[in-house]
C-alpha cells in the first residue's frame, strides 16, 4: 500500500491556471514510456514532467484528458489493480485509488483509452498534445481522433485540431511558484553539499566511476530520488567532451577533474559543474585559466535582475571568453570579427544559460513574439561558461592542451536580483585547495 507523498491541492492548482489556458480545449497528458533495459528488465522509470506537473501521479500506463469547464473534468485512465504483476512490480493504485487519492473526477483503466476517449473529446474545439514524442502513443491519440470525427461525421467539422501541449504547459513551468522555488531550492542544496563531498572524497588513481557511486550515494543519503541527468565526470582532457559519458578512467594526480552532475528531489533537479584539481593544488597554468572563467562566471551572476533580456548573459559570455582566448593565445585577430564569424567556438561551443526546473534542460520560451525573453522573478536557470581546449589541437600553446573547464550554477530570478541555489559548493581557489582530499 501506497499514499501520495504531495498535497493534491498543489496539482489541481495547476489544472485550475492551465484550464484558463486552453479555454474550450482538451489536453491530453500520457505517461513516459517504458523503456526495455535488457532482456525483461526496464530502465529505471521516471513519469513524464508534464504527466507529474498536473497530477503528481507517478505510474507509467497512464494518461490524463483535463476538459477544463466540463465535467467529469479532470479523467486519468491508469492500470488495472493485478495481485499477480502487484506481487511481481509492486503496488499499483487501480481506478479506485486513482479516484481516491488523486482527486480525480473519473478513472478508467487504460485498456478503454481509445474507446472512452472520443465520447470525453466530442464537446471540445481543440486538443492539446504534443506529437512526435511517443510514436506509439500518437497511433493511439489517431484512433481516438477519428473515432471523434466519425461520431461526428454530419457536423462537417471535420478532425479535431492539435497544439503542442508544450509551449502551453512550458510557459506555466517557466515561473516558479513559491512551492516550486522551495523545491529546487532543495534540489540545488543536495546537490551542493554531494558537490563538496566529492570535493574531500577524491584522490589521485580514483576511477571516474568512483566519483559517480559516491554522488549517487551522497544525493541519496539527502533525499534524492535520482541523479537529475547522466553525470559527467570527467578527468583530465575527458573534459573537453561537453557531454563526457563514459565516467571510466582513471584520475591522475596533475590534472583537473570536471564533475557537471545534480540529484533530483521531488522532481526537481539541480544542474551544478565544478572543475578542481584531482591532486588537491592547481598549478599556475590551470589557476589562471580557471581563475579567468571563475570572474566572468561571477560577473554573469552579477548582472541578472528581472527585465535584462536573456540572450545578454550568451553575449556578455561571448565576449568575456574571446578577451581570455586573445589573451591566451589561442585565437589572433580583432574581436570583432571573431565574434561575428564565430571562430570562439573552437573553445566554447554551447549557451552559457538554460532554464532549469523538472527537466535539466527546463521547458519555457527564450524568445517571446521575435524579441529574446526578459527575465521574471521566479525564474530559474542556469550560469555555466566553460572553456575546453582539445588535446590534439596544435595551434593551441602546448600548456592549455587538453584542459576543459566549466563552472555552472543555479540562480533563481528575484525582486532585485537573483539568488545562487547553488552557493555551497565552493568554487574559490583556496576554498577549493583546503578542501580537496580531506577525507582521505
Ligand atoms: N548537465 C548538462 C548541462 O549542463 O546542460
Ligand atoms: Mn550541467
Ligand atoms: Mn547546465
Redo the contacts with the bound molecule.
Sequence with gaps: MRRPKFDMTLFRERRSRLGSRITGGALIAPAAPEYIRNNDVHHSYRQDSNLFYLTGFEEPESVLVFRPGKQPETIMFVRSKDALRETWDGFRYGIDGVEKDFGVDKAYLIDEFEKVAPDLLMDVDRVYYTLFHDIEFDERIGRVLLGVKNMRRRSGRGLLPISDALPVIGEMRLVKSDYEARTLRQACQISAEAHVELMKFVRPGMNERELQGRFVYEIMKRGSAREGYGSIIAGGSNATTLHYVFNDQPLHPNDLVLV?AGGEFDFYTG?I?RTYPVGGKFSPTQKRLYSKVLNLQKDLIKMIRPGLPFNQLQEKTIEGLVDVMLDEGLLKGNKKEIIEKGDFRAYYPHGVSHWLGMDVHDAGMTELNGEPRRLEPGMAF?I?PGLYIPAGDQKAPAELRGIGIRI?DNVLVTAEGCENLTAAAIKEVDELEATIGTAN
Excluded: A, K, Q
Design positions: 557537471d544542474d559543474t542556469t555555466e555552472e
